[in-house]
Structure formats: structure tokens, C-alpha cells
């Protein structure tokens, strides 16, 4: 990037991207992915870097931030005794699998086919957010045997194709079966590590074209978005747990689940070109 003041543009874009998603997190509890990826997508193609796999990169970065980001939360959790780590043992194994199965896919597929994915994806999340019941059950508790086995590599396949931790899915997965709230976020946190490493690794070694990509960026991986993005979040994030103690954030979860619903929505035009 030749020109300073797309630098600079640059990085006010991220900074300002880094602190929403911070606040977000720490209000509503909601994973940086679903805020990063279209926060993404948006400043790196009006700064001129569309092409073909733009998606790709916004996916790639916002799962790197997700591995600082879940493991500060596994440990904060750990210290509290929140985490259900038997969960996480037998679900790890398939969560990491699906996360494989999804950088594979997803090196492959046109970033507008990806648009059209996270925007069906990200329209689920939202009306669940905003309709979901805590009361609704699928079971008594966590499943094992062939159920363990379709759902776990399914939270991790779907996951990287949206770019996200396991929060999203994660914590209403658990909640239907019968999980306490509380170590439901904890325990999907730890999703999170399983489903952003192997992904990451993977998308390290994705080739992007140099004229579509912007500077320090190592496969799909920007590391100026990435570092200022971290960076931001670590100020941010306390304020939005203030925030959380200070109102009730149940009313703003539900124009979240709006607001993300429309977001996905944009997503949707723009795969289908509108």
C-alpha cells in the first residue's frame, strides 16, 4: 500500500471495526467473528481489495483474532470453574475435523458463494437470537454415540465457513441440551480454539493473488488487521462488560439479532449481485 493515506484510512477503519466488535463482546457475549467478518469485508473492499477471494481473507482473519480472543476467555472461565471440560474432550476430536473439512471447502468456493453462506448462516443466528426461548430443550443433556458424531464436525464445518469462534453455535447447541448458560459460554469458548487453530493453519498456506491482497498479509491472513483488531478489543471489551452490568442487555440482544438479521441480509444482495 504505496499511498499513506490509504494506510492511514486503513487503519482507522480496523481501529474503529476492533472497538465495536470489543464493546459487543463484552455487552452481549457475542463472538467477534459475526461482527469481523462483514466489518471485514466491507473496509477491505472499499480500500480496492475486492477480488475474487476477499471472503476468504475476511474468514482467515477474523478466525486468527478468534485464538487470542477464546483462549483469553477459556482461561478467564477456567479460573471461575465454568468450563465443562468433559464437553470439550469428546467434542473436540469432530470439532476439529468439521474445521478441516470447512478451510477445505471454503479455499475452494468463490467469495460470493461465501457471501450467500454466511448471509443464510448469519440469518439463522439472528432470528434464533431473537426468538430463541431459554426453555426450549432438544434433550436432557450433551448427546454422545452417532449424534456427538454428526453435530461436533458440523459446529466446526459450519463455523469456518462463517468465520466465527463457537459461540454461535456452540452455546445454543449446549443450551438446547440442557446446559447451564454460564458454562455453556465458557465451554464454547474452548470450541472456539479448536475451530479457529486448524483452520488458521490451513488458510496460512491459501494463495491470494498479490494485487488483491493487502500488504502484510500471509496467506489469507492480514496481519494489520489481525494485530489492530486484538489490540483494540483488550480496551474495548471491559467497557462493554460495564455496560452489561450496568443494563439490561436483553433488549439490546434482540436489536443485535435485528441488526445482524439486515447484515445478513446485505450479505445475501451482494452474493446475488444486487
Given at each position: ?7 492511514v484510512q486503513m487503519l482507522l ?186 483452520s488458521v493453519i490451513g488458510f ?71
Amino acid at each position: 500500500m504505496s499511498d499513506p493515506m490509504l494506510l492511514v484510512q486503513m487503519l482507522l477503519l480496523l481501529m474503529v471495526i476492533g472497538a465495536f466488535a470489543g464493546v459487543l463482546a463484552g455487552l452481549l457475549g457475542v463472538g467477534g467473528g459475526i461482527v469481523l467478518v462483514p466489518a471485514f469485508f466491507y473496509a477491505f473492499h472499499t480500500l480496492g481489495y475486492g477480488g475474487p477471494q476477499l471472503m476468504q481473507m475476511c474468514l482467515a482473519t477474523s478466525l486468527a483474532t478468534i485464538i487470542i480472543t477464546s483462549l483469553r476467555s477459556v482461561l478467564s472461565h477456567n479460573k471461575k470453574g465454568a468450563v465443562d471440560w468433559n464437553i470439550l474432550k469428546t467434542w473436540a476430536p469432530g470439532i476439529a475435523v468439521g474445521a478441516v473439512l470447512g478451510v477445505m471447502l471454503a479455499s475452494n468456493l468463490r467469495s460470493e458463494t461465501l457471501q450467500g453462506v454466511f448471509g443464510v448462516l448469519g440469518c439463522v443466528i439472528g432470528l434464533y437470537m431473537g426468538l430463541g426461548r431459554a426453555e426450549w430443550r432438544l434433550g436432557p443433556a450433551m448427546p454422545a454415540g452417532a449424534t456427538r458424531a454428526v453435530l461436533s464436525p458440523g459446529v466446526g464445518f459450519l463455523s469456518v465457513l462463517m468465520g466465527i469462534g463457537g459461540g454461535s453455535f456452540g452455546v445454543p447447541l449446549m443450551s438446547l441440551y440442557n446446559t447451564p448458560i454460564h458454562r455453556a459460554v465458557a465451554t464454547a469458548a474452548g470450541f472456539g480454539i479448536l475451530i479457529a487453530v486448524p483452520s488458521v493453519i490451513g488458510f496460512l498456506f491459501l494463495d491470494i493473488a498479490e494485487d488483491y491482497r493487502p500488504p502484510l498479509t500471509i496467506g489469507a491472513v492480514n496481519l494489520v488487521a489481525f494485530g489492530v483488531v486484538i489490540a483494540m478489543t483488550l480496551i474495548t471489551t471491559p467497557w462493554g462488560v460495564k455496560l452489561a452490568h450496568a443494563m439490561d442487555p436483553k433488549p439490546l440482544k434482540r436489536v443485535f439479532a435485528v441488526f445482524l438479521t439486515l447484515v445478513a441480509l446485505n450479505m445475501l444482495r451482494k452474493a446475488a449481485g444486487w
